[in-house]
């Protein structure tokens, strides 16, 4: 079973940086795809960014520019990026993995807290 573990959530004002990491219990190269999911209140949880065992990245329309998804293979974690932060990007942020690009996730983290202050 692959175990992934958020981090790197926190508070910071609109145009600020954070960077999320998803700590990998095996080999990237054996999980097909990895992504990072978020869900704001009252909302359904929405696929942001994946990352293929190849490299490819793919991103939401709302993000694009923003967001950039990476991996450190040595590391086994994947990184959310997130520059010029919006209130509207407040929500708790999941990695995923999945099998295939646009499947269901096979294993998701606890979720990590990013809140943007207006």
């Known amino acids: 079973q692959v175990q992934l573990v958020e981090s790197g959530g926190g508070l910071v004002q609109t145009g600020g940086s954070l960077r999320l990491s998803c700590a990998v219990s095996t080999s990237i190269f054996s999980i097909n795809v990895m992504g990072w999911y978020r869900q704001a209140p009252g909302t359904q949880r929405e696929l942001v960014a994946h990352?293929?065992?190849?490299?490819?990245?793919n991103y939401v329309d709302s993000v694009k520019g923003r967001f950039t998804i990476s991996r450190d293979t040595d590391k086994n974690t994947v990184y959310l990026q997130m520059n010029s932060l919006k209130p509207e990007d407040t929500a708790v942020y999941y990695c995923?993995?999945?099998?295939?690009?646009?499947?269901?996730?096979?294993?998701w983290g606890q979720g990590t807290q990013v809140t943007v202050s207006s």
């Open positions: 990352i293929t065992h190849r490299g490819v990245t």
């Open positions: 995923a993995a999945m099998a295939i690009v646009g499947g269901k996730p096979a294993s």
